[in-house]
């Protein structure tokens, strides 16, 4: 049966690499290669992932990000756990490909010059995903103004709203001068949000902003998509009337208020992207009911986030695969194919990654892990929600269970922001009880400046990843999308995408919510005590099939193929190929 054509979709221009642009995705933050530090965590790695899969499905995609010259920040640990922060300074010039134009924003009602870089992304077929990095250290710029580029998260609120104008407005500028047009702008979190502002100013001309009407801002609309990312209320960035004033400007402030996103008398980055965005989602089935609940009059829809498989399987996992199912690298659902394989081959894989976490630990802490210990492994940001220390909540229970079963191995890694005292105070707790529990049958390391490689290697080497996040803040979680594509079970709290990938008993399995913290501590024990570690120490076989579960039912679904295509089809062009199968549209989308 022949497949219908794409109908409504806008003809691509070939005559120019950027007119074929057809979405542009903007980000604070995009973990592009492992030696550009411009990422701090998750809402990075995502984006990361995002254009690596955009790559390798041939969509015509380009992205802006800054260009964060002194990175986000490399951590030191003291030995009883005190976080020092250093700058991660490297080297653009040596990176990235200068871009000629050079364009003016206004900040405080002076000229910013704005310049580009650009650093490719190249799929399994040879596509381009272009990525474009705004930086303001250029001479004619004031010396304040040239460290606007300097730091993720850095500065105070003044700092970063004048990084989301570079962002959002110098952005805009930057796409326009390379004749970039594209048909949809999606908003990676609030941080993007004023790319809207510079549309409202393309869409009412000639016009004084103060005419803009309701019919431009639908028109505005019409081209935006927004994710939001956090059910944590200080996560939406807010800033003062009067900094937003002195920053942007008496009459785009005032445009911004009209069309309501200012409430309490704030300028609200999330409902600038609400006010102004067709198609608005959350992260995870849960974080979608969740936002619609914290934002009652716009309409949430919910894609549930994934990761890039090719990225985050290891090394010998993508050989097996590879030979036993070749088809995976272009379309990631053929990993439910992994079913097939040998338990027995899905283990021995894994070993070798885990030989690898051993080899890393010993090496950074002098520590020698053993390979036939049970190995659990925690690794997040350090957020006082995500409750690093809920496994420490009865030390004397964890060291009985340890000595039960003949050992027990404990990793964790994660940094804390360098304004988070309490979660600096969290990290600390990690190693007071490492301190307390460390025995020839438990031991607990944490491993400092948690990032891209170290995070590869944790997910792929360790027995059992935990996530303890308080409920309801998990907006979704990908670390442990990443430990499932390498075989490796879940034990975590029903919250962001393990309610999708939890079956309990074979893919992991679930803390169960309670009254009290004890209460939840207390469910994470007796499932250590009575279900996994007996299975992993007394039935390795069916240890190993759970692997098999894990990577073939949760690595062929929780991917940022699977994810771009839902973008593709129910955001960016909805309506597009509700009649076709998925690399239809693909093929559709690169024409």
């Not at 209460?519 to 692997?547: C, F, G, T, V």
């Amino acid at each position: 049966m022949a497949s219908a054509k794409v109908t409504n979709l806008p003809t691509a221009n070939q005559d120019s690499f950027w007119q074929d642009r057809r979405v542009a995705y903007f980000s604070m933050e995009i973990a592009v290669a492992p030696e550009i530090p411009t990422y701090s965590g998750g809402l990075g790695v995502l984006a990361g992932d995002t254009l690596r899969s955009a790559a390798d499905t041939g969509l015509p995609l380009v992205a802006v990000t800054l260009l964060h010259r002194r990175g986000y920040f490399r951590q030191h640990l003291s030995p009883d756990g005190v976080q020092t922060e250093q700058d991660a300074p490297w080297e653009p010039e040596k990176l990235l490909e200068p871009l000629s134009p050079a364009e003016a924003i206004t900040i405080q009602g002076r000229p910013v010059m704005v310049r580009a870089w650009r650093k490719d992304i190249v799929g399994v077929d040879g596509h381009v995903v272009p990525v474009i990095f705004l930086d303001t250290d250029l001479a004619p710029n004031d010396p304040w103004d040239r460290t606007l580029t300097d730091h993720l998260y850095g500065g105070d609120t003044f700092y970063r709203l004048c990084q989301e104008t570079v962002l959002g407005l110098g952005g805009m500028r930057i796409l326009n001068a390379l004749g970039c047009a594209p048909d949809v702008y999606h908003m990676n979190e609030g941080h993007a949000a004023l790319l809207t502002l510079a549309l409202l100013e393309e869409q009412v001309g000639d016009r004084e902003l103060a005419q803009a009407t309701e019919e431009d801002r639908e028109q505005v609309c019409e081209r935006c998509v927004f994710t939001t990312h956090t059910p944590v209320p200080a996560g939406h960035d807010r800033f003062s009337l009067d900094q937003a004033q002195h920053i942007l400007g008496a009459e785009r402030t005032s445009a911004l208020q009209r069309f309501g996103c200012c409430p309490e008398g704030m300028l609200n980055m999330t409902y600038v992207a609400l006010r102004f965005s067709r198609y608005v989602n959350g992260v995870a089935m849960q974080h979608g009911r969740v936002s619609q609940e914290m934002f009652p009059n716009s309409t949430i829809h919910a894609i549930t986030n994934g990761v890039h498989a090719a990225t985050w399987l290891q090394p010998a996992m993508q050989r097996l695969l590879d030979e036993r199912v070749p088809e995976w690298r272009r379309d990631n659902l053929y990993l439910r194919f992994a079913i097939g394989i040998a338990p027995e081959e899905i283990h021995a894989r894994h070993m070798e990654g885990k030989r690898k976490l051993i080899a890393t630990v010993a090496e950074r802490t002098g520590l020698k892990l053993q390979e036939d210990c049970f190995t659990l492994c925690f690794a997040r940001r350090a957020a006082t929600y995500k409750r690093a220390d809920l496994l420490f909540t009865d030390r004397g229970r964890l060291a009985r269970i340890a000595e039960e079963f003949g050992g027990l191995q404990i990793v964790y890694a994660g940094k804390a922001h360098p304004h988070d005292e309490a979660g600096k105070a969290m990290i600390r707790s990690v190693f007071d009880a490492a301190a307390a529990l460390n025995s020839s049958l438990l031991r607990i390391v944490y491993l400092e400046n948690y990032e891209w490689e170290l995070g590869a290697i944790l997910t792929a080497g360790a027995d059992l990843w935990l996530n303890t996040p308080r409920l309801p803040y998990e907006a979704s979680g990908t670390s442990g999308m990443k430990a499932a594509m390498n075989g490796v079970p879940s034990l975590s709290t029903l919250d962001g995408w393990w309610i999708e990938g939890w079956i309990e008993g074979a893919t992991g399995w679930a803390i169960t919510e309670g009254e009290t913290e004890a209460d939840e501590a207390n469910s994470l024990y007796e499932k250590l005590e009575r279900e996994i570690l007996p299975l992993y120490y007394r039935d390795p076989r069916r240890w190993a099939e759970i692997m098999r579960m894990s990577l073939a039912i949760n690595g062929s679904f929780f991917n940022t193929h699977r994810m771009l295509y839902q973008y593709v089809t129910n955001a960016y062009f909805p309506g597009a190929g509700r009649s076709l199968p998925r690399r239809e549209v693909e093929l559709q989308m690169s024409r």
